[in-house]
T-cell receptor, first 115, second 114 residues
Framework: KAGVTQTPRYLIKTRGQQVTLSCSPI?????VSWYQQTPGQGLQFLFE???????NKGNFPGRFSGRQFSNSRSEMNVSTLELGDSALYLC??????????????FGPGTRLTVL | GESVGLHLPTLSVQEGDNSIINCAYS??????FIWYKQESGKGPQFIID?????DKRQGQRVTVLLNKTVKHLSLQIAATQPGDSAVYFC?????????????FGKGTKLSVIP
């Protein structure tokens, strides 16, 4: 069974640009969550999508957005990039069944560098 | 807001010794508490979790202890090996009211001395 895949793995952008990152969850998983990881702030929750709907959102500005497609693949977009957006962006998928543990499986991440 | 934090940023242990990594959490409503291991260049990998109504759970070479009275979580690794060198994160999972969110601690870097 293939794991969570994220593309691209590395990305370099300049301030003011926008970027779109992609995540393909494990087959059968309908929940996709996104996290930002930086040395200073650690792992911070961005948002979660389930059945094409955003179910929960972390404390990030509106420049950060996402969506989920009918095949559960998800994209996140960051507009008007700032230097502080440089981070490892991680995607995690899970089954999200009610009452279960719902282990989240993480992808390898996309390393975004903003110059 | 609610958060999960770690007491120590780094931990060095001799190969073969036991390791104990600690974590404090603040969200009493969390359903599960989870430990993740992250190696360089990889995403976090699930190690073990514990449901909020339990106080101890054992896995292969790992044990998680939960003390709800003081809101403390610990990960014990028996007979630590060089392959255990990584950053360890605790996280709490809250899945109430339609929400489903992991809140992570800052992480503890475990270095195993051969």
């Amino acid at each position: 069974k293939a794991g969570v895949t994220q593309t691209p793995r590395y990305l370099i952008k300049t301030r003011g640009q926008q970027v779109t990152l992609s995540c393909s969850p494990i087959s059968g998983h309908r929940s996709v969550s996104w996290y930002q990881q930086t040395p200073g702030q650690g792992l911070q929750f961005l948002f979660e999508y389930f059945s094409e709907t955003q179910r929960n959102k972390g404390n990030f500005p509106g420049r950060f957005s996402g969506r989920q497609f009918s095949n559960s693949r998800s994209e996140m977009n960051v507009s008007t990039l700032e230097l502080g957006d440089s981070a490892l962006y991680l995607c995690a998928s899970s089954l999200r069944t009610s009452g279960g543990r719902n282990e989240q499986f993480f992808g390898p991440g996309t390393r975004l560098t903003v110059l | 807001g609610e958060s999960v934090g770690l007491h120590l940023p780094t931990l060095s242990v001799q190969e073969g010794d036991n390791s104990i990594i600690n974590c404090a959490y603040s969200n009493s409503a969390s359903d599960y508490f989870i430990w993740y291991k992250q190696e360089s260049g990889k995403g976090p990998q699930f190690i073990i979790d514990i449901r909020s109504n339990m106080d101890k759970r054992q896995g292969q070479r790992v044990t998680v202890l939960l003390n709800k009275t003081v809101k403390h979580l610990s990960l014990q690794i028996a007979a630590t090996q060089p392959g255990d060198s990584a950053v360890y994160f605790c996280a709490d999972l809250y899945s109430g009211a339609g929400s489903y969110q992991l809140t992570f601690g800052k992480g503890t870097k475990l270095s195993v001395i051969p």
